[in-house]
């Protein structure tokens, strides 16, 4: 498997600034990591695709230049919301996936909570 | 257009009982499906997987079975536990590629 830890864990943030979350694969090197939101009793939504040394791949409906991702290192990925508006609190967590043997599944992050004033 | 839909948001479930949770897909390009639990803030966590080539996969008190056919699979957890409240979230793969498409979760309670 792969841990996977996030930073912050939550942030609270004024409308109009830009908050960044790291995303970082403990004991794998990831050349994938994809990014998710969920609002409050709703489904995990891919946002993106991060991916290491080229650039992201976004999800119909996302706005690239609002989530900015860098996939800066196998073991980092980090995304910017931009200009946050109180519309971007939300859930967002990261994933890696691994491919095994026999099955072929993603390892998350714990979140990080946004909240937007 | 939600490709993958959990029909039922709730379910509670006596400790002890068996806990069926479904789930629906509509894409039959799909070859590979999981479940994934999560707890409140907090990440999901893998449960278990099947492959579209198969009915069933059994791993301890979970069970997940596949029917093709109705695009339908489900997740059975006998004997449930307390522990086994969170929200489970069923998830799909198409064919060849890494990302998922999840459903909306269903929030299951084992009642004491």
């Known amino acids: 498997g792969a841990v996977v830890s996030q930073h912050p864990s939550w942030v609270i943030c004024k409308s109009g600034t830009s908050v960044k979350i790291e995303c970082r694969s403990l004991d794998f090197q990831a050349t994938t990591m994809f990014w998710y939101r969920q609002f409050p009793k709703q489904s995990l939504m891919l946002m993106a695709t991060?991916?290491?040394?080229?650039?992201?791949?976004?999800e119909q409906g996302v706005e690239k230049d609002k989530f900015l991702i860098n996939h800066a290192s196998l073991t980092l990925s980090t995304l910017t919301v931009t200009s946050a508006h109180p519309e971007d609190s939300s859930f967002y967590i990261c994933?890696?996936?691994?491919?095994?043997?026999?099955?072929?599944?993603?390892?998350f992050g714990p979140g990080t909570r946004l909240t937007v004033l | 257009d939600q490709q993958v839909k959990q029909n039922s948001p709730s379910l509670s479930v006596q400790e002890g009982r068996i806990s069926i949770l479904n789930c629906d897909y509509t894409?039959?390009?799909?070859?590979?499906f999981l479940w994934y639990k999560k707890y409140p803030a907090e990440g999901p966590t893998f449960l278990i997987s099947i492959s579209s080539i198969k009915d069933k996969n059994e791993d301890g008190r979970f069970t997940v079975f596949l029917n093709k056919s109705a695009k339908h699979l489900s997740l059975h957890i006998v004997p449930s536990q307390p522990g086994d409240s969170a929200v489970y979230f069923c998830a799909a793969r198409f064919q060849g590629a890494q990302k998922l498409v999840f459903g909306q979760g269903t929030r299951l309670t084992i009642n004491p």
């Open positions: 991060s991916n290491e040394g080229s650039k992201a791949t976004y």
């Open positions: 894409n039959s390009m799909f070859d590979y």
């Open positions: 994933s890696v996936p691994v491919a095994a043997v026999t099955y072929n599944e993603q390892f």
